[in-house]
T-cell receptor, first 116, second 111 residues
Framework: AQSVTQPDIHITVSEGASLELRCNYS??????LFWYVQSPGQGLQLLLK??????LVQGIKGFEAEFKRSQSSFNLRKPSVHWSDAAEYFC??????????????FGKGTKLSVKP | EAEVAQSPRYKITEKSQAVAFWCDPI?????LYWYRQILGQGPELLVQ????????DSQLPKDRFSAERLKGVDSTLKIQPAELGDSAMYLC?????????FGNGTRLTVT
C-alpha cells in the first residue's frame, strides 16, 4: 500500500539557518510527489511538485525539494528560514495520478518552529 | 487567484445532532475532494467526485456520512448523527489538470 513517512514531528530552527524536512514514500510505480504547507487554522498551500524529469524541483517561497529514487525520499529544503515559514509541512504522494484523477496520500506532517 | 470556498469556518455541535458542510470549488474544476484532518495528523480522503459522480468513497463512514454534488459544481458533506470522534478539520479541494487546491476548511467540534 502507498504510504508517506515524515520522521520528524517537530523541528525548531533559528531564523536565517538552513532547513531540511524529511519525507520517505512507499509506492510501487513512478511517484507523483508534493509538498504542502499549512498555517494554523488554514487550508493547505502547494509549495512544489515532482512529476518527472529534473530531480531537483523549485517551489514558491524559496523552497526546493530533491527526489531520490534510490532512497525513496523527497526532502524539502530552504537555505535561509524566515520567521514567516513557521507552519506545518506535509509531504504527499498521488495515487493513480493522471489528469484530474489524483487522490493524495499525506504524511503526518512536520511542525516547523522558528527561533528569533 | 481563484479559491475554493468553504462554509462554515467553525461549527460546534452536540453529539447525535446533524451537521452539514458546504464547498464551492474553483470554477471549471471537475474533480472535488473531501478530506478529514484530525488534529496532529495529515488529511485523509473521505470522498472524491468527478463532476457529479462519486469516484472513491471507500473511506467514507457511510452509516453516518453522506456527500453529494448534484449539479457537478458545489458539494455538501453531511454527518448524522455526529459523534465525539468526528471532531476534526474538514477540507475541500478541487482540481482540473493540476495539483489539488484546498479551501480553508471547516473546523468541527462535537461536544
Amino acid at each position: 500500500a502507498q504510504s508517506v513517512t515524515q520522521p520528524d514531528i517537530h523541528i525548531t530552527v533559528s531564523e536565517g539557518a538552513s532547513l531540511e524536512l524529511r519525507c520517505n514514500y512507499s509506492y510501487g510505480a513512478t511517484p507523483y510527489l508534493f509538498w504542502y504547507v499549512q498555517s494554523p487554522g488554514q487550508g493547505l498551500q502547494l509549495l512544489l511538485k515532482y512529476f518527472s524529469g529534473d530531480t531537483l524541483v523549485q517551489g514558491i517561497k524559496g523552497f526546493e525539494a530533491e527526489f531520490k529514487r534510490s532512497q525513496s525520499s523527497f526532502n524539502l529544503r530552504k537555505p535561509s528560514v524566515h520567521w514567516s515559514d513557521a507552519a506545518e509541512y506535509f509531504c504527499a504522494v498521488a495515487v493513480n495520478y493522471g489528469g484530474s484523477q489524483g487522490n493524495l496520500i499525506f504524511g503526518k506532517g512536520t511542525k516547523l518552529s522558528v527561533k528569533p | 487567484e481563484a479559491e475554493v470556498a468553504q462554509s462554515p469556518r467553525y461549527k460546534i455541535t452536540e453529539k447525535s445532532q446533524a451537521v452539514a458542510f458546504w464547498c464551492d470549488p474553483i470554477s471549471g474544476h471537475a474533480t472535488l475532494y473531501w478530506y478529514r484532518q484530525i488534529l496532529g495528523q495529515g488529511p485523509e480522503l473521505l470522498v472524491q467526485f468527478q463532476d457529479e459522480s462519486v469516484v472513491d468513497d471507500s473511506q467514507l463512514p457511510k452509516d453516518r456520512f453522506s456527500a453529494e454534488r448534484l449539479k457537478g459544481v458545489d458539494s455538501t458533506l453531511k454527518i448524522q448523527p455526529a459523534e465525539l470522534g468526528d471532531s476534526a478539520m474538514y477540507l475541500c479541494a478541487s482540481s482540473l489538470d493540476s495539483p489539488l487546491h484546498f479551501g480553508n476548511g471547516t473546523r468541527l467540534t462535537v461536544t
